[in-house]
């Protein structure tokens, strides 16, 4: 086995397979950016080297660097996790040529499958049935309009070297097509430094389900369940899970042996995914294969009681596959959820921010029945996510007997997940695991947008209340160095009635807290809504009674900012100082930015009139693209950014005046006679 491995990559993967390697005994080798210098994959690895600034194209992709540092440290084989260079076939050939073991597939192999197109004609040519569409290598914009003509809508665009649903979008007619085009290829050439497109029918109501397969060097070809992970966002996973419910035993095995002919047919080696498209009549169409060990593996890993990462090190070291097919075997459901830093309420955007507090559920086995919690994460309370890469924050993990009681637990644990800092999916991932098309498996890889009225809820609790329990827990968490009534809690004055007042402010919105104590507790007035309130506080959980109403909720603090966690929804509130100073604030027609990144595109000057809808600038975060548009018909009277800027979340962007109706129009003066 192999002495020392270098990892090329970051976060979680990174930090997943340190802890396999280390199990084997073999030595890890970390890499980091500027920006990861004190990363948990880091501290955990035997050695760590800087790769340089924090930008992907400065450090994690840079192969020169990687291979320097792999020869330096006397490093035999090189894993590349998933994302930055893991399905790159120059990358694969330049860790051969040096001397240096690739975890991964041969780069003929990545060549072969690593262009959509090119595969799926490969695939086609073997008898496996795949999407309706358009994958040849004319690239021209009249080829591919008649090509989208003859596909019929809806269409999807898909970057030919893309993954991870960059460069991809959903088009819904030819007046559309234009647009789409350019600002896909524009994402995939940011993002894989190849713009070349290819065209797919779009099938809304269709199963993702993809195949593990695993392969040796000795011609040996197995697969390992499949998974299915039909509920994406922005065609990215959100949830996966093994086996895919409602699968005959028939389709299992016919599913299964296609996946394993495809990777056959191109002499693969190591752990791959081939992934289809699966209708309800039980017909499937491939649609790519993933030349790497996928973000979901842990789920088959918990139905198979296997470990991949081993099985990778193990094929790559020249050893046989550890077990032949027909000693596969599975039992119970597993099932993964995403947890991600965006925000759900406002398309999934990006989200960045430091992890001030963090609180994660209890992992391993719990419960009768019994359940095993697996939680794969990278990041601890203090860490920064920031916006150079995938937001991903962790990956929570549950394996029970049976999906019902999976589901079951999975939701017990986001409702246990606390994170303070930086707004997550915890609250829509617990809607999801709790709603009862998921828990019928009504899959189906428009599934959000099917069921938003069940996953966008309004929150649990009304503003006042979530105000009148922050109030209640600064008021426990007041310094009380002495007993004199000077420090007591609940605000009392010589003569006078126990009273002060708190400001608040939550969601830009700001409350003045009005606070009288009586005999037991406290009455709470609140934008004119009153409310009693009793409350105890035990460690981080406030357990209090609100208008006669028991509950419990936790709450953390860093400095003026406060989080208050109930039924797996969080609620920041801010301790408001009357005499600082407003900023940000500007007239109606400001525009801000909903999330930090880059003016990749700067499309309006000041000046131009502008219609409703129209795309003003184009922000660039975590290499997807996000267009912000005109909300008004106006014009544009102040442009704060050019194009290349870096900008905070809710800064301003520019500023619209608001077009004058016609009604509304100065009066000409009089001509002269």
Same mark, same amino acid.
């Given at each position: 086995?192999?002495?020392?491995?270098?990892?090329?990559?970051?976060?979680?993967?990174?930090?997943?397979?340190?802890?396999?390697?280390?199990?084997?005994?073999?030595? %890890?080798?970390?890499?980091?950016?500027?920006?990861?210098?004190?990363?948990?994959?880091?501290?955990?690895?035997?050695?760590?080297?800087?790769?340089?600034?924090?930008?992907?194209?400065?450090?994690?992709?840079?192969?020169?660097?990687?291979?320097?540092?792999?020869?330096?440290?006397?490093?035999?084989?090189?894993?590349?996790?998933?994302?930055?260079?893991?399905?790159?076939?120059?990358?694969?050939?330049? $860790?051969?040529?040096?001397? *240096?073991?690739?975890?991964?597939?041969?780069?003929?192999?990545?060549?072969?499958?690593?262009?959509?197109?090119?595969?799926?004609?490969?695939?086609?040519?073997? &008898?496996?049935?795949?999407?309706?569409?358009?994958?040849?290598?004319?690239?021209?914009?009249?080829?591919?309009? %008649?090509?989208?003509?003859?596909?019929?809508?809806?269409?999807?665009?898909?970057?030919?070297?893309?993954?991870?649903?960059?460069?991809?979008?959903?088009?819904?007619?030819?007046?559309?097509?234009?647009?789409?085009?350019?600002?896909?290829?524009?994402?995939?050439?940011?993002?894989?430094?190849?713009?070349?497109?290819?065209?797919?029918?779009?099938?809304?109501?269709?199963?993702?389900?993809?195949?593990?397969?695993?392969?040796?060097?000795?011609?040996?070809?197995?697969?390992?369940?499949?998974?299915?992970?039909?509920?994406?966002?922005?065609?990215?996973?959100?949830l996966e899970e093994a086996p895919a419910p409602h699968l005959a035993p028939q389709t299992r095995i016919a599913i299964g042996e296609a996946a394993v002919r495809a990777a056959l047919a191109i002499d693969y080696r190591g752990a791959g995914t081939v992934e289809f498209l699966y209708l309800a009549d039980g017909d499937f169409f491939f649609m790519e294969m993933n030349t790497r060990l996928q973000v979901e593996h842990p789920v088959t890993e918990l139905i198979t009681g296997l470990d991949l990462v081993e099985w990778q090190l193990r094929v790559a070291y020249g050893e046989p596959l550890p077990l032949a097919q027909e000693q596969i075997k599975l039992q119970g459901h597993a099932v993964e959820a995403r947890v991600y830093a965006e925000d759900p309420e406002h398309e999934f955007l990006p989200a960045a921010g430091t992890l001030h507090y963090l609180h994660e559920p209890g992992t391993g086995t719990t419960g009768s029945p019994a359940a095993v919690i697996r939680l794969d994460t990278g990041v601890r309370q203090g860490d920064e996510v920031g916006i150079f890469y995938d937001p991903l924050i962790a990956k929570l993990i549950v394996w029970a007997e049976t999906r019902e009681q999976a589901l079951r637990q999975l939701a017990?644990?986001?409702?246990?997940?606390?994170?303070?800092?930086?707004?997550?999916?915890?609250?829509?991932?617990?809607?999801?695991?709790?709603?009862?098309?998921?828990?019928?498996?009504?899959?189906?890889?428009?599934?959000?947008?099917?069921?938003?009225?069940?996953?966008? %809820?309004?929150?649990?609790?009304?503003?006042?209340?979530?105000?009148?329990?922050?109030?209640?827990?600064?008021?426990? %968490?007041?310094?009380?160095?002495?007993?004199?009534?000077?420090?007591?809690?609940?605000?009392?004055?010589?003569?006078?009635?126990?009273?002060?007042?708190?400001?608040?402010?939550?969601?830009?919105?700001?409350?003045?807290?009005?606070?009288?104590?009586?005999?037991?507790?406290?009455?709470?007035?609140?934008?004119?809504?009153?409310?009693?309130?009793?409350?105890?506080?035990?460690?981080?959980?406030?357990?209090?009674?609100?208008?006669?109403?028991?509950?419990? $909720?936790?709450?953390?603090?860093?400095?003026?900012? *406060?989080?208050?966690?109930?039924?797996?929804? $969080?609620?920041?509130?801010?301790?408001?100082?009357?005499?600082?100073?407003?900023?940000?604030?500007?007239?109606?027609? &400001?525009?801000?930015?909903?999330?930090?990144?880059?003016?990749?595109?700067?499309?309006?000057?000041?000046?131009?009139?502008?219609?409703?809808?129209?795309?003003?600038?184009?922000?660039?975060?975590?290499?997807?693209?996000?267009?912000?548009?005109?909300?008004?018909?106006?014009?544009?009277?102040?442009?704060?950014?050019?194009?290349?800027?870096?900008?905070?979340?809710?800064?301003?962007?520019?500023?619209?005046?608001?077009?004058?109706?016609?009604?509304?129009?100065?009066?000409?003066?009089?001509?002269?006679?």
């Open positions: 086995m192999f002495n020392r491995i270098l990892i090329a990559n970051r976060g979680e993967i990174a930090y997943r397979i340190i802890r396999t390697a280390h199990r084997l005994g073999i030595e %890890t080798v970390a890499v980091y950016s500027d920006a990861d210098a004190n990363a948990a994959h880091v501290e955990l690895a035997d050695q760590a080297w800087r790769l340089g600034p924090a930008p992907a194209s400065d450090s994690y992709l840079c192969q020169d660097k990687l291979l320097d540092i792999a020869k330096a440290c006397g490093a035999e084989a090189i894993h590349p996790g998933y994302g930055f260079l893991s399905e790159n076939a120059d990358f694969a050939h330049a $860790c051969a040529e040096q001397g *240096l073991v690739f975890i991964g597939p041969p780069a003929a192999a990545i060549t072969a499958m690593g262009s959509k197109s090119a595969a799926k004609a490969l695939m086609s040519a073997a &008898g496996v049935p795949v999407v309706p569409g358009y994958h040849g290598t004319n690239q021209d914009l009249g080829q591919l309009r %008649t090509e989208a003509e003859r596909c019929g809508f809806p269409l999807l665009l898909k970057a030919v070297a893309g993954g991870g649903g960059k460069g991809m979008r959903v088009v819904h007619s030819i007046d559309d097509f234009d647009e789409a085009l350019a600002s896909a290829r524009r994402e995939a050439s940011a993002a894989f430094g190849n713009d070349a497109m290819l065209l797919e029918r779009y099938l809304p109501q269709a199963r993702h389900v993809e195949v593990q397969v695993f392969c040796d060097q000795f011609g040996h070809g197995i697969y390992l369940s499949e998974r299915d992970c039909s509920v994406q966002r922005r065609h990215q996973k959100v017990r644990s986001l409702a246990q997940y606390r994170i303070g800092g930086v707004r997550t999916n915890l609250r829509f991932l617990h809607r999801l695991a709790e709603s009862a098309p998921l828990k019928a498996a009504e899959l189906h890889t428009g599934f959000i947008e099917q069921h938003g009225e069940l996953l966008f %809820t309004p929150p649990a609790l009304q503003p006042s209340r979530v105000l009148a329990l922050c109030a209640a827990f600064v008021l426990l %968490t007041e310094s009380d160095e002495d007993s004199s009534p000077f420090a007591s809690r609940q605000g009392w004055r010589l003569n006078l009635p126990a009273s002060r007042k708190l400001v608040l402010k939550r969601e830009e919105k700001i409350g003045e807290v009005d606070i009288d104590a009586d005999h037991s507790g406290w009455r709470m007035t609140v934008d004119d809504q009153s409310h009693s309130i009793t409350a105890e506080l035990h460690g981080d959980q406030l357990q209090a009674v609100l208008d006669g109403i028991p509950l419990r $909720c936790h709450l953390a603090r860093y400095r003026d900012r *406060l989080w208050l966690f109930y039924q797996a929804e $969080c609620y920041q509130v801010q301790l408001h100082q009357a005499d600082v100073q407003q900023t940000g604030t500007h007239d109606g027609g &400001g525009l801000s930015a909903p999330m930090p990144g880059m003016v990749s595109q700067l499309k309006v000057a000041v000046g131009d009139v502008v219609a409703t809808g129209q795309t003003l600038l184009v922000l660039e975060a975590m290499k997807m693209e996000h267009p912000i548009v005109a909300p008004i018909a106006g014009r544009v009277a102040e442009v704060y950014y050019r194009q290349g800027s870096q900008v905070d979340e809710g800064a301003e962007l520019l500023r619209l005046e608001p077009e004058l109706k016609p009604e509304l129009q100065p009066e000409q003066e009089p001509k002269a006679p």
